[in-house]
């Protein structure tokens, strides 16, 4: 054999391996397969709902909440993640009316609960039979005067107020998701004022740099 040959196929080698390190790099920073980019997708939030026949607090204080629980953060975290925490608060606001009612009341779920089971989503959820929020309450109407006792605040958040409002829905929402042990976010408080005082600062604890950033 030659020389030249011998040179020649050397040659030939030295670019076979140059290609095959080439591939090799361009194979690590490929892009993600197509089916994990279809495994992302399949997880988008639901949308936003549109109301035709909601009162505007009402439907602001949805939209800051939908706005809170969409993204990772502990208020989210809390209602098991965005997609579990938006779907839930979508199916609760659908049945949300206005009524006057008592003025201690903020907030009134009533009726025989219905039970969900999202095998998707990977959680049970409840709704009741009506769900009214209560025009005379701390959803709606201020306190005039500092020294009066109603409207009562919500949480640390004056009656009437974005956070308040925001607060209210939150605290209902965590009645009706099931946690991995079999009971819900926070317990069933009815007329156990203490009770529904203690769920509101739950809420409120692990909402609160959320809740702060409504003006």
Not at 28 to 40: L, N, V
């Amino acid at each position: 054999m030659s020389l030249w040959t011998r040179s020649v196929i050397v040659l030939l080698l030295l670019l076979q391996t140059v290609q095959s390190q080439a591939q090799q790099t361009n194979d690590d920073s490929a892009p993600i397969p197509i089916e994990e980019e279809k495994a992302e997708t399949s997880a988008v939030l639901p949308g936003r709902l549109v109301f035709t026949n909601k009162d505007w607090n009402l439907t602001q204080a949805y939209f800051d909440v939908f706005s809170i629980l969409s993204d990772q953060n502990t208020c989210s975290r809390f209602y098991g993640g965005p997609r579990v925490a938006t779907t839930v608060l979508n199916d609760l606001v659908a049945l949300v009316e206005a009524r006057p009612m008592v003025r201690e009341i903020s907030f009134q779920m009533a009726g025989r609960p219905t039970l969900f089971v999202h095998p998707d989503l990977g959680v049970r959820y409840r709704l009741f039979g009506t769900a009214m929020v209560n025009t005379k309450g701390s959803f709606y109407q201020r306190r005039p005067d500092p020294l009066h006792k109603f409207p009562s605040d919500v949480g640390n958040f004056g009656p009437g107020t974005r956070r308040a409002r925001a607060l209210i829905l939150l605290h209902e929402l965590g009645h009706l998701i099931e946690r991995e042990d079999g009971n819900w976010l926070i317990p069933d408080d009815g007329r156990n004022g203490p009770q529904s005082t203690a769920n509101t600062l739950r809420v409120q604890q692990v909402c609160y740099a959320q809740l702060r950033t409504l003006n």
